[in-house]
């Protein structure tokens, strides 16, 4: 990636440095293809949360402690060697491998905030004098700091007032916005029925892509909750899961799982608490015969997950015999392989 393995190792050092206990961590792909690839090991690396966010091309970590920090350094190691494609973009959501708790970080977290800017103003200011004139929203001194200027420094005082907000946002996008159109966002009333306000924002979110689960076109993004930034998707919140049509059930899983985390408080720890999804099986197993076409007929027929059996699957049309049974045969094997897990 670099010209020499010398400094793609020095790079990923650098970055698997920055993995730490309790703060999230972002890996991005080029492709959604290499999600596929990646996707069982992801999610099943002991005690760090690994689960996709809304991009479909981007998995979050949230090590639990020691243990869990070593495994996903060792993740990082390993993808970063077997393929130059599936290098990691983002750590921290910082654009460098960079302490998040110095000016520098503090500073590139903002957007129009570049690093050539971070650095200058580091040299000027340091961490605690900076929180301070952030906090009372000082854009007048913030704005004599070399490399930021007035409109950066406005920038800067808006993104951490708006880190603050408990506004809370349901975001959805298809990964091509340039051609479906802008975002559906979607501001949460955490006093009000929140199902009421999930199922309008789904049926808005249609419009990102192909109602039809068997047409050519992309189905829309994930939805994921952000705060008043809508840039990142918040650690721990659940993603609802679609493919241009989002079945009654998930909708009122994830209502319920919004409730719990954003109103009730609960910390949700685990993939299984946070995905709400359909057809697991279909990316992370291999099906001879299995196609997307047959693949979009099982998902637009309903069925959860554990109701993958060769009865179900049959009585769904344009699903031949063989089909059915391989698919319940593959589901069948992959729920004992995490019971006995």
Do not use: C
């Amino acid at each position: 990636m670099f010209g020499s393995d010398l400094e793609d190792n020095v790079f990923r050092r650098r970055l698997m440095k920055e993995v730490a206990t309790g703060i999230p961590v972002h890996f991005s792909f080029y492709s959604p293809s290499v999600k596929v690839q990646v996707m069982h090991a992801a999610e099943h690396l002991p005690g760090a949360n690994g689960r996709y966010i809304g991009n479909g091309v981007t998995i979050e970590f949230l090590p639990e402690g020691a243990a869990a920090v070593e495994r996903v350094r060792e993740y990082v190691w390993y993808w970063e060697s077997y393929n130059d494609f599936t290098a990691v973009r983002k750590i921290n959501h910082l654009r460098r491998g960079v302490d998040p708790e110095s000016v520098e970080g503090l500073l590139e977290m903002v957007r129009g905030v570049d690093r050539r800017a971070a650095a200058k103003a580091a040299e000027a200011v340091e961490l605690d004098e900076l929180w301070a004139m952030v906090e009372a929203g000082d854009v007048k001194m913030l704005s004599r700091l070399p490399g930021l200027g007035e409109k950066r420094a406005r920038q800067v005082v808006e993104f951490y007032r708006n880190e603050r907000d408990g506004r809370r946002f349901l975001y959805a996008a298809n990964r091509n916005d340039r051609f479906r159109g802008q975002p559906v966002v979607t501001e949460l009333d955490l006093d009000g029925n929140l199902e009421e306000q999930v199922w309008d924002h789904a049926l808005r979110a249609q419009r990102l892509g192909s109602a039809d689960p068997l047409g050519a076109e992309e189905p829309p993004g994930h939805t994921t909750v952000r705060n008043a930034n809508l840039i990142h998707p918040l650690p721990m919140t659940p993603a609802l899961m679609g493919r241009g049509v989002y079945q009654p059930e998930q909708v009122e899983l994830f209502a319920d799982t919004l409730k719990r985390v954003l109103v009730d408080g609960e910390r949700l720890a685990g993939v299984e608490d946070l995905r709400i999804q359909r057809g697991k099986v279909f990316h992370t197993e291999k099906m001879p015969g299995v196609g997307m076409k047959t693949r979009a007929r099982v998902m637009a027929s309903g069925l959860l997950d554990h109701e993958y059996s060769y009865e179900n699957l049959i009585a769904i049309p344009g699903i031949t015999e063989a089909q059915a049974r391989i698919i319940a045969e593959t589901a069948r094997a992959v729920r004992t392989e995490v019971r006995a897990s």
